[in-house]
């Protein structure tokens, strides 16, 4: 039986793609190519290309994944889309030159520590000096949880995947300091989830 359209659709994506753009607008206002980090359905990358024609839009994930890219660009195709590369964090990353903006939504709970941190090596490596990373989702604080929602949410995560689950902010801006990376904004979105804005500020060698 074919796949349909609703079988590669996020509820969530579709609550939050409007949200993210926000933010997203100034602070890429000036880049020319975005590399998104786990793109999922594929949702959020025909929404913030269409909206953000000036750059083009380089979807990636995982092989499992790809199908249901491919149906929403062939569904909702705009010039400035790219087909997904096929890239998995922790190994080499399949780019042939720098970019000067990284998004990634929802991925880094998802992910174990150690993937998280060759996540931001490789953010190190790909994102040219004054590049901008933003990542979205939900993120602990001074050693909390923000909300009842997160903590229930995290134990859910760790349910299906013990290596998984809400990382602290604390530790990501950390991590991202190491590869040069600045925290430049932090905003509190819908269902307790938060936009980080970092910029490359540093070379690290």
């Given at each position: ?198 910029q490359k500020t540093k070379n690290i060698e």
């Amino acid at each position: 039986m074919p796949h349909t359209q609703q079988d590669y659709f996020s509820q969530a994506c579709e609550n939050n793609k409007a949200p993210i753009l926000k933010q997203l607008l100034p602070i890429l206002a000036n880049s020319r190519e975005v590399l998104e980090i786990g793109s999922g359905t594929g949702q959020h990358a025909v929404y913030f290309a269409k909206h953000l024609s000036h750059l083009i839009w380089q979807t990636s994930d995982r092989q499992a994944y790809h199908q249901g890219i491919h149906h929403w660009l062939s569904s909702q195709p705009s010039h400035n889309l790219r087909p997904p590369l096929l890239l998995d964090v922790t190994k080499a990353w399949p780019l042939t030159q720098k970019v000067d903006a990284i998004f990634t939504a929802n991925t880094l709970h998802i992910m174990s520590s150690t993937m998280v941190e060759a996540f931001f090596i490789g953010v190190g490596q790909h994102l040219f000096p004054q590049g901008q990373l933003c990542i979205y989702g939900p993120f602990n604080q001074n050693g909390h949880y923000t909300s009842k929602s997160n903590q229930h949410f995290d134990l859910h995560l760790k349910q299906n995947n013990p290596l998984s689950g809400i990382k602290a902010l604390e530790w990501i801006t950390t991590l991202a300091s190491q590869q040069g990376l600045s925290l430049q904004s932090k905003v509190t979105m819908p269902a307790n989830n938060l936009f980080l804005h970092f910029q490359k500020t540093k070379n690290i060698e």
